[in-house]
């Protein structure tokens, strides 16, 4: 198994900042899993924001999150991070780290999720 437990997020001002926090954990759990970040607005379906492979060296982004957003991971401590800058009332949304086999935007292919963390973002 693998638990994953995000931290980090609150209310913060648009155009503010905010460090999200994924701390991965368990018996199956390699520092070869590639992990990732998704998002789910109210009313939304959940949104790939970035990934980031094993090594930490190849990461990826949505269009929407590019350049105001940077992943990251220790590999030594088991966590993953994502940076967020210049946030947006449209960055609005519980935030979950994932732990799979690709560093894709497929939501399907990642076998564990975290509970989430609320990130809002007010205008």
């Known amino acids: 198994q693998v638990q994953l437990v995000e931290s980090g997020g609150g209310l913060v001002q648009a155009g503010g900042s905010l460090r999200l926090s994924c701390a991965a954990s368990g018996r199956t759990f390699s520092r070869y899993h590639d992990m990732a970040w998704f998002r789910q607005a109210p009313g939304k379906e959940r949104e790939f924001v970035a990934s980031i492979n094993w090594s930490g060296i190849y990461t990826y982004y949505s269009d929407s999150v590019k350049g105001r957003f940077t992943i990251s991971r220790d590999t030594d401590k088991n966590i993953m991070y994502i940076q967020m800058s210049n946030l947006k009332p449209e960055d609005t949304a519980v935030y979950y780290c994932?732990?799979?086999?690709?560093?894709?935007?497929?939501?399907?292919?990642?076998?564990?999720w975290g509970q989430g963390t609320q990130v809002t973002v007010s205008s």
């Open positions: 994932a732990v799979g086999g690709s560093t894709s935007s497929n939501p399907n292919q990642y076998q564990y």
